[in-house]
């Protein structure tokens, strides 16, 4: 993916030792127990995250009912499935969902921070809360998505949806080429977090 904004190479190295030092620090003061933030990243890697979101893709592609039910009242049509409890957790309540497809591709934001639909896909990426992707993704769509390697056909409109503390969205991506021999499990495999941002179209697998 071709980077959007720039950031220091150590990123990631320096956020995490910040992590450490403050996790140590709120330990120390007795505000959280020693296992506090492993509980909670136990819940993001096993009940909270975007293989939820996964299946949920993988079912609407094999059943067009359900696809026809999830944009109608995604709670409801989630609620059919067999997924963890936490569905109506944090970030949760009022979850809607938006098919690509028919000549519309939808991409997801949140303008005013990072509202996201934990429960489907976990945690946001750090560039989803970026003052300049949150600007530029509602004035200029098409540009960021090009940067992220989506070209968007003129003809097909982008619709740009704003999460908010009301309602926050996730997109269905369109079903790829030659998966028409695969079931529901290897169909999940394919859909990545991304694609369910709008980001990423899910790319055909590899031809065998
Ligand atoms: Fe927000």
Redesign the pocket.
Known sequence: MTPLFQYEDDREASSAAKVRALEALLIEKGVIGSDSVDAVLQHFETVAGPFNGAKIVARAWVDPAFKQRLVEDTPKAIAELDLPAGMAGAEGEHMAAVANGDGVHNLII?T????YPWPVLGLPPYWYKDPVFRARGVREPRAVLREFGVDVPTETEVKVWD??AQIRWFVVPERPANTEHLGEQELAALVTPESMMGVALVASPAAT
Not at 112 to 115: A, E, K, R
Request: charged share 0%; net charge neutral.
């Open positions: 949140c005013l921070c990072s509202c999460s908010s």
